[in-house]
């Protein structure tokens, strides 16, 4: 006890003293600094110019207060004091008085790319972007309760789905018609947001159009010529694995980040096929980055003549772009940037089992394929099919629905029963998430 009450006498004495010898934080490393450089240098200049060429307008300090905040904990306050330099096809963070800065570069029709450390060079041309014929939605009142659908809008605005929410765009369409749309201040229907792992369901939906024209078959191996030693167990992943994060290979983190694809400079092709083998494939749900990755890579032998952009043309969404790594791999897991109206057109192609004025798109049935579990299957509110959610597990929510999401709040609900599609997209910070299930049960209960 007198040991005990000593040491309370010396710390009311001196309240600092028990806290002297505590080690100073240790500084962040040149590889974090690196790393949040590239963050910041890549989606300050996706955010800009893909807004400029759908037409829209962002500004850099839009862009600190949204996209920038409330991102990974070990970047974030780095990325808020890294300076950028903004240039007419370019953007550069500094990083390191000793190093070249970090920069992204903008290529027409496909947005922008980050660089590796110490290369400046241009991107390589893949995609001029063709004549814009964006179609007008038409507008109606909805079939339902009206007072009781923009209650549901604006509590999504107002933090009733999630108190620190950032909900910058809701749009519901119902019957091919937009029935509520709003945007947040500094956003509107043509600024293009990161889709984030809305874009998996992209993949899929690219996926499905080469499989469609003869080109790819999901139920045979993926064609990753780094798996093409003989004996190499991996060879034997389906792309209908990969498509439902089933492949077994190894995942470092939940989720499998990949920042160093992401923002560090490194092509996809050069590290999404090293991940190990670690389970049987297709006996273990891990929702991976890298699955999606590897089953765009897979089918890159198309892209020459049937890039992403061919079909988001083909379906009106002019003012999408989906980006690639400096080598020209795309990357189909989260580098697409979109508007809300596009993304309710991507809905609109599932509503019309994958039908596009008369014309079949995606393979008859694929909807019924993307969206019917097969295999392992997540813990969890939803249920996972080919690159989408699913609702098998929601009260009140038709059990034909589906959904694709991404970080930071990117929503994307199709209900082909109700024939209704409903976008949210967000920046919400770190630890405040959307609640999407029960704002999609109130949307619909107020189209009944």
């Known amino acids: 006890m007198r040991t005990l009450f000593l040491a309370a006498v010396l710390i009311v004495a001196n309240p600092f003293a ?9 500084a962040p490393s040149a590889s974090v600094r690196a790393m949040a450089a590239g963050y910041k240098a890549l989606t300050v200049c996706s955010a800009l110019k893909n807004a400029e060429a759908a037409g829209a307008t962002r500004t850099l300090e839009s862009i600190e207060a949204n996209e920038l905040t409330g991102i990974y904990p070990e970047l974030d306050p780095l990325v808020r004091e890294m300076p950028v330099e903004i240039g007419e096809r370019s953007v550069s963070a500094a990083w390191d008085d ?9 290529s027409p029709g496909r947005g922008c790319a980050i660089q590796p450390v110490g290369w400046v060079g241009q991107s390589p041309e893949m995609f001029r972007p063709g004549l814009r ?10 079939r339902g309760n009206a007072a009781l659908l923009n209650e549901a809008v604006e509590q999504a605005f107002e933090g009733g789905y999630g108190e620190g929410a950032n909900t910058t765009a809701v749009l519901v369409l ?4 937009i029935v509520a749309e709003e945007y947040a201040l500094g956003f509107s229907a043509d600024t293009p947001q990161r889709t984030w792992s809305v874009a998996k369901s992209l993949a899929g939906t690219v996926i499905g159009a080469a ?44 989720g499998n980040r990949t920042d160093a694809l992401y923002f560090g400079g490194v092509g996809v092709d050069e590290q999404a096929p090293t991940w190990p083998l670690i389970a049987a494939p297709g006996t273990r749900f891990r929702y991976a980055n890298n699955d999606i990755l590897l089953a765009v890579l897979s089918i890159a032998p198309t892209f020459g003549t049937h890039p992403p952009a061919e079909l988001f043309r083909r379906l009106g ?37 994958g039908m596009v004025d008369g014309q079949r798109v995606l393979p008859e049935g694929w909807r019924e394929h993307v969206s019917t579990p097969s295999g392992p299957q997540p813990n969890g509110e939803q ?41 949210r997209r967000g920046e919400d910070p770190a630890g405040k998430p ?8 109130d949307v619909l209960a107020a189209l009944d």
């Open 434 to 441: 959307f609640n999407f299930i029960p704002f999609t049960r």
């Open 383 to 423: 249920g996972y099919g080919a690159t989408f959610w699913l609702f098998n597990k929601s009260e009140g929510i038709p059990a034909d629905a589906i959904s694709a999401n991404g970080n930071r709040g990117q929503y994307v609900i199709i209900v082909p029963s109700r024939n209704v599609v409903i976008v």
């Open 18 to 26: 028990a806290f002297a010898q505590s080690p100073a934080p240790a």
């Open 317 to 353: 969404m002019y003012d999408t772009f989906a980006e690639t790594d400096w080598r020209g791999n795309y990357m189909l897991s989260s580098q697409v940037w979109s508007t809300a109206r596009d993304l309710a057109r991507f809905g609109r192609l599932y509503l019309n089992d």
């Open 98 to 106: 000793a190093m070249p800065p970090r920069t992204a570069v903008y």
């Open 211 to 254: 499989v469609q024209r003869g080109e790819a078959d999901v139920n045979r191996p993926a064609a990753i010529p780094d798996w093409g030693r003989e004996g190499d167990p991996r060879a034997a992943i389906t792309l209908d694995q990969l498509m439902r994060m089933a492949s077994g290979l190894t995942s470092d983190t939940a």
């Open 174 to 177: 119902q019957n091919d018609r």
């Open 133 to 142: 014929v964006n179609e007008a939605f038409e507008t109606a009142e909805p």
